[in-house]
């Protein structure tokens, strides 16, 4: 496989009848990570690529959390990470060996996964954006956390022209780095200070966080993790464009490739709710009900639509056939579901003329053949909605008026209200999604212990704190679990279950 440069991992080839590919094992490392310029040559059994790439998209998984809960990434995103880091680390080895051969075998398994996950995540953009994101955050805090002599180490290996400032010219400049960077004199004085060409800086720049003189800008070293981490997502999203490009080139890498999908598969939960039984409990009939009870509001606010005004726009359409599907309607279910919803705008032979086609389209029976995945939270906070149409995230793209309305159909107290609205000001769209949900079922705030990331996986949760089988308090001393759920169906709704107040929607 080529990743992209001269050092890519080239061959597979068979050797004792194991499938392997080249990757460099290197000479001992004395820090555990870099900035994945060149790309891992040498020999690599498949079965610790598949292991290691599984242990370091857990780790992005948690990081993700972890990035959504705490936005404001303070003391407690530390703690978590520091947890969280600790176990990756010994993932990555596995097995006895000394120290010095821990940290090479680590510094290997980091570089071949975070490789082999680059082509995992660069077949479509919102996987490509969701990888780099956790990818940035994680070397960010593993940059900011190491010491300092691992630090310079990989400032000396990113290729990037800067020259260190002296301390005398960092006293005669001291008045003007510590306006810009909003710092006491101390904090200037302790930092090492670095000049480069401002357009390395453009983030900090941005931010008006640097002191700038006649093209150079001054960064501080805690600062140089931002700069480190855009050159970071420049090497990989043009890294896994060009790999997206070669994918059809892979044939006969078919194991690989295969890998690559499984793994990029089990990215976002909600890819996992795919159902692999229909539920015979996902009925036309049952769908108020089981809306009001569990759907989540971008759901529930294209389920009300369709019942008062009897038809939907494109995108709530492609928004909520698949989410139902997943849920496990049978595509003659959504039909009826379908055709009965619609019959106050539209005759039967118009809806199957219109319609019918997209509906068993998204069912994989039209088309390309396959069952088409319900969208992520991220998808739809990023997706356009037309005139008129009502798909999107109802905390994003609702005005401020609605949003009060619309917590107040739910039920939330002024207390409450101000909290998700604080999160929705804030375009945590997420978060105040999961803080609605947590209130909207009557849970300790942080009950839920991780952020919303799917509507399937929302409905999946409302069941299991309906039936009884997810608490509802807060456990604050529940250590950090290292897994990823196993792909699992959402669970079925069975019982009837006591339904949410009616929103005015
Ligand atoms: S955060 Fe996700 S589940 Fe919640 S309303 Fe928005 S899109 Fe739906």
């Known amino acids: 496989m080529d990743f992209g440069n001269k050092n890519s991992i080239k061959k597979v080839y068979r050797k004792d009848g194991t499938k392997v590919i080249t990757q460099e094992t290197g000479e001992d490392k004395k820090f555990a990570f870099q900035l994945y310029k060149d790309a891992p040559t040498g020999d690599c059994d498949l079965s610790n690529l598949e292991r290691v790439s599984y242990s370091r998209l857990k780790m992005l998984k948690k990081v993700g959390e972890l990035g959504n809960h ?26 006895s060996s000394s120290s010095n051969e821990k940290v090479t075998i680590e510094y290997n398994n980091d570089w071949i996964s975070h490789f082999f996950l680059c082509f995992a995540f660069c077949r479509n953009e919102e996987d ?45 400049l001291v008045d003007v780095l510590m306006d810009a960077g909003g710092l006491h004199k101390f904090d200037v004085q302790k930092n090492e200070y670095y000049k480069m060409d401002f357009l390395h800086a453009l983030s900090l720049v ?50 690989l490739v295969n890998i690559g999908k499984k793994i990029a598969n089990i990215r976002v939960s909600g890819k996992a709710f795919e159902p692999s039984n229909t539920d015979d409990s996902i009925v ?40 139902l ?68 995230c109802p905390f994003q793209n609702t005005d401020k008026k609605d949003m009060d309305d619309l917590l107040d159909s739910w039920g939330l107290t002024r207390e409450q209200s101000f909290k998700v609205k604080a999160q929705v000001t804030s375009r945590q769209y997420q978060i105040a999604c999961t803080k609605a949900f947590e209130f909207v079922h009557g849970m300790d705030e942080q009950a839920l212990g991780q952020t919303i990331q799917h509507p399937n996986e929302y409905f999946k949760f409302s069941q299991e704190v309906l039936t009884g089988k997810r608490s509802k308090t807060y456990y604050q001393g529940e250590s950090m679990e290292f897994n990823v759920a196993a792909p699992a169906t959402a669970p079925l ?9 009616v929103d005015k929607q």
């Open 284 to 323: 036309p009939q049952r769908i108020n009900e089981i809306s009001k009870a569990s759907f989540p509001p971008c759901m529930r606010r294209i389920q009300r639509k369709l019942v008062v005004e009897g038809h939907l726009k494109y995108g709530a359409r492609i928004q909520y056939t698949p989410f």
């Open 325 to 392: 599907q997943a849920l496990g309607m049978t595509l003659d279910n959504a039909l009826i579901y379908f055709r009965g919803s619609f019959a106050k705008t539209t005759s039967f032979k118009d809806f199957e003329k219109k319609y019918e086609y997209s509906i068993k389209h998204v069912y994989g029976k039209e088309g390309h053949g396959r069952v088409m995945n319900p969208f992520s939270c991220s998808k739809i906070i990023t997706s356009a909605s037309g005139a008129g149409d009502c798909n999107g």
């Open 206 to 255: 941005r931010r008006r966080k640097i002191y700038l003189c006649n093209g150079i800008a001054y960064v501080n070293s805690n600062d140089i993790a931002v700069v480190l981490s855009d050159i970071l997502r420049s090497t990989m999203d043009e890294r896994m464009k060009k790999l997206q490009k070669k994918i059809p080139t892979l044939g006969e890498e078919e194991r």
């Open 128 to 172: 490509r954006e969701w990888f780099i994101k956790q990818e940035l955050d994680l070397f960010r805090y593993r940059f900011t956390h190491i010491l300092a002599g691992d630090r310079q180490s990989i400032l000396a290996g990113s290729g990037l022209e800067f020259e260190k400032m002296e301390d005398r010219e960092k006293n005669e």
């Open 493 to 501: 709704l069975k019982e009837n279950v006591e339904p949410m107040e």
């Open 70 to 95: 705490y936005a404001n990434k303070g003391p407690d995103y530390n703690s978590k990470m520091f947890v969280l880091y600790e176990e990756f680390k010994k993932l990555m080895v596995m097995g």
